[in-house]
């Protein structure tokens, strides 16, 4: 089981930028899933996360500006980020928390992205 994230970059403030992450493999079922991130000197923080019910929930700071969406069919998850501001430059990180059958699952990390907001 793998997850596999695409997307993020460099953008100007005020600028969007999205990011999806794709599980592949095989398990029974996928749990919640988050996005993460990780900027320089500082402890990695939740972001956003979604159930498999589509309840939400996001980190106060991109609240309002930050959409996580979720294709249960495609086992994926996507974050929207609008008006993006130089303190949301960090390493993103995707996590799902994969069932591999009823009361059993662990936590499934993918590959960091970069997400860089210029001045």
């Known amino acids: 089981v793998q997850l596999q994230v695409s997307g993020g970059g460099l953008v100007q403030a005020g600028g969007s930028l999205s990011l999806s992450c794709t599980a592949s493999?095989?398990?029974?079922?996928?749990?919640?899933m988050e996005w993460y991130r990780q900027a320089p000197g500082s402890q990695r923080e939740l972001v956003a996360g979604i159930t498999n019910g589509g309840s939400t929930n996001y980190a106060g700071s991109v609240k309002s500006r930050f959409t996580i969406s979720r294709d249960n069919a495609k086992n994926m998850i996507h974050l929207q980020m609008d008006s993006l501001k130089p303190e949301d430059t960090a390493v993103y990180y995707c996590k799902a928390e994969i069932v591999v059958k009823k009361y059993e699952g662990y936590d499934l990390w993918g590959q960091g992205t970069q997400v860089t907001v210029s001045s």
């Open positions: 493999g095989n398990f029974f079922g996928i749990s919640a």
